[in-house]
């Protein structure tokens, strides 16, 4: 059973406009949020994360922005570029043992 | 600079074949992970271990067992191979037992089982 989810397989956002990916979690005692970058043929590389107790975090071009009470999360991208075509997973810990849970991933293309 | 490598990029094996997937990672870390990409399912822990010769299930072990000799190796291993078995493999670590810390992933090997 998926407890984190996103539910936008695919974005596609023209070069220079805002991308907001959507995250959704299940388990309320999720404290700890990250989102990871993925090129095709790479490995996921780690993009920004948030703790439970902030409702925003900030670095860059990258928002994410967290709802508890929703149990929901976005990440922003502003502007966006071609270099962030990528798919983006989503992430929260669980159960210990530094194991994380991942959402399905959404494909971003951001076209001239 | 963090560094996790694995032993082949692509790999095409015959069902029934005896698999071995290589990882090593050079940050000392006690962590390590294996996870498979399959499209629309995410990332799905197979196994991982937070130590030399430890290793505890993920959410999808059947088909597969791990090996964990030394601290910086971490290998997968797919008993008898089959086609359910083609997909993006990736291995991680990540730095203290039982802490959650940023996962380093390493490139990924394409399986291909025919």
């Known amino acids: 059973d998926q407890q984190v989810k996103q539910n936008s397989p695919s974005l596609s956002v023209q070069e220079g406009r805002i991308s907001i990916l959507n995250c959704d979690y299940t388990?309320?005692?999720?404290?700890?949020f990250l989102w990871y970058k993925k090129y095709p043929a790479e490995g996921p590389t780690f993009l920004i994360s948030?703790?439970?107790?902030?409702d925003k975090n900030e670095d860059g071009r990258f928002t994410v922005f967290l709802n508890k009470s929703a149990k929901h999360l976005s990440l922003h991208i502003v502007p966006s570029q071609p270099g962030d075509s990528a798919v983006y997973f989503c992430?929260?810990?669980?159960?210990?043992?530094?194991?994380?849970?991942f959402g399905a991933g959404t494909q971003v293309v951001v076209t001239p | 600079d963090v560094k996790v490598t694995q032993s082949s990029r692509y790999l095409v094996k015959r069902t029934g074949e005896k698999v071995f997937l290589e990882c090593v990672q050079d940050?000392?870390?006690?962590?390590m992970f294996w996870y498979r990409q399959d499209p629309g399912l995410g990332l799905r822990l197979i196994y991982f271990?937070?130590?030399?010769?430890?290793?505890e299930k993920g959410d999808i072990p059947e088909g597969y067992s791990v090996s964990r000799e030394k601290k910086e190796r971490f290998s997968l291993i797919l008993e008898s191979a089959s086609t359910n078995q083609t997909s993006m493999y990736l291995c991680?670590?990540?730095?203290?037992?039982?802490?959650?810390?940023?996962?380093?992933f390493g490139p990924g090997t394409r399986l291909l089982v025919l």
């Open positions: 940050m000392d870390h006690e962590n």
């Open positions: 991680a670590s990540s730095g203290l037992a039982g802490v959650v810390e940023t996962q380093y």
């Open positions: 271990s937070y130590d030399v010769k430890m290793k």
């Open positions: 992430a929260a810990p669980s159960e210990g043992w530094g194991k994380l849970q």
């Open positions: 948030i703790s439970s107790i902030k």
């Open positions: 388990n309320s005692m999720f404290d700890y």
